[in-house]
Nanobody, 125 residues
Framework: QVQLVESGGDLVQAGGSLRLSCAAS????????MAWFRQAPGKDREFVAI???????NYAAAVKGRFTISGDNAKNTVYLQMNSLKPEDTAVYYC???????????????????WGQGTQATVSS
C-alpha cells in the first residue's frame, strides 16, 4: 500500500509555471504506474500524464509539450512540471498510483488503486 500527498498548487498568471509534487510513502512509487489527473469545476476528472518508468511517459493532447512528469527515487516523489499555463488548466490536480497489471487501461481512473487528496492550481487570464 502507498500513501500519496500532493502539494505545489497555487494561483499563477497565464503563461506562468507551476511544479506540483506527489510525495509517496509506504512503498516506492517506482513499483507503480504513476499518473496525474485533473478535475475542473463542473467537469469530469481527466487524464493528464502517466509515468510507467523513467523512460516511459505519455501525456494528454491538451498538455503535451507544456507539461512534464518525472520522479525522484531518492525523495520517493513524483512531479508535474507545468509550463505555459492557460486559464483552461485551472483544476484540482490529483496524483494516482496503479499496480502494474496487464490489461489495465491506465488512461482511465479505474486503473488506479491509490489517490492523493488533490492540490488546486488556478491560472488567471
Amino acid at each position: 500500500q502507498v500513501q500519496l500527498v500532493e502539494s505545489g498548487g497555487d494561483l499563477v498568471q497565464a503563461g506562468g509555471s507551476l511544479r506540483l509534487s506527489c510525495a509517496a510513502s509506504g512503498r516506492t512509487f517506482s513499483q507503480y504506474a504513476m499518473a496525474w489527473f485533473r478535475q475542473a469545476p463542473g467537469k469530469d476528472r481527466e487524464f493528464v500524464a502517466i509515468m510507467w518508468n523513467a523512460n516511459s511517459t505519455n501525456y494528454a493532447a491538451a498538455v503535451k509539450g507544456r507539461f512534464t512528469i518525472s520522479g525522484d527515487n531518492a525523495k520517493n516523489t513524483v512531479y508535474l512540471q507545468m509550463n505555459s499555463l492557460k486559464p483552461e488548466d485551472t483544476a484540482v490536480y490529483y496524483c494516482a498510483a496503479g499496480e502494474k497489471v496487464a490489461g489495465r487501461n491506465y488512461y482511465r481512473q479505474s486503473a488506479y488503486d491509490y489517490w492523493g487528496q488533490g492540490t488546486q492550481a488556478t491560472v488567471s487570464s
